[in-house]
């Protein structure tokens, strides 16, 4: 989302905690997915990394996909439809792969769908024009996310209401710019590329729903 400040981007290749990391991109989520690959490409030629990506449209997929995805270091999922490409990965059995991967150290990363996924539930606009909950999430991550927090006017009140009517359990959500950065199922922390972007925690308790802002650590904006 942010093309001159690949702060983020960097954030996710130093937490694989290598050298030159292999770096996967899934554009699943896309129905314009060539476009999808090619701007990967050309932001991630840039950095210290050896990207890649595993199209399972355009392209016969890998031979062997749980390898391939096991030898990455970093697996990056874009946006687009949640819902649709959840049912593509089931399709193919890829749910059971990242969640392998995923318990082998592999680092997670994604942007709006792609931080949807890995959740229990998450407030989309994939089933329809209207905001709403799934609750279809590959469950790697407990509760529920909420990406765009700030971006749609929207959001919040989708999120409130949801939660208090006990349709998606309590969650995360993230301003754009921020991500969750979660260590073995936990957040361990949140960072943001721009000044004044949060990450909030987002509870039902017995006086209503509780909105709580996630100290938030505000990288350096890097070119």
């Known amino acids: 989302m942010e093309p001159e400040n690949p702060a983020l981007d960097l954030y996710v290749l130093q937490a694989a905690g290598v050298e030159r990391p292999k770096v996967c991109f899934l554009p699943h989520a896309s129905s314009d ?38 030898a990455q270091d970093v697996i990056y999922v874009g946006g687009g439809n949640t819902k649709s490409m959840l049912a593509v990965w089931r399709e193919w059995e890829l749910d059971r792969i990242l969640r392998s991967c995923y318990d082998h150290g592999v680092v997670l990363a994604g942007i709006s769908a792609g931080a949807n996924c890995w959740f229990d539930a998450y407030i989309t606009d994939s089933a329809s ?62 960072v943001a590329s721009t000044p004044y972007a949060q990450a909030y925690h987002v509870r039902n308790t017995p006086s209503g729903v509780s909105e709580e802002s996630i100290p938030t650590h505000h990288l350096e904006p890097t070119t």
């Open 33 to 70: 997915e060539a476009r999808y690959c090619l701007n990967f490409f050309t932001a991630f030629a840039r950095y210290d990394c050896t990207p890649s990506t595993m199209s399972l449209f355009s392209t016969p997929p890998k031979a062997n996909m749980e390898a391939f995805l096991h």
């Open 129 to 190: 024009q209207e905001l709403d909950a799934l609750t279809n999430g590959l469950g790697i991550l407990s509760g529920t996310f909420c990406p765009h927090y700030s971006g749609e006017e929207q959001r919040r009140p989708t999120f409130h209401r949801l939660v208090a009517n006990g349709t998606v359990p309590d969650g995360v959500a993230c301003d754009d710019g921020v991500a969750a950065h979660y260590i073995d199922g936990h957040l361990h922390t949140a």
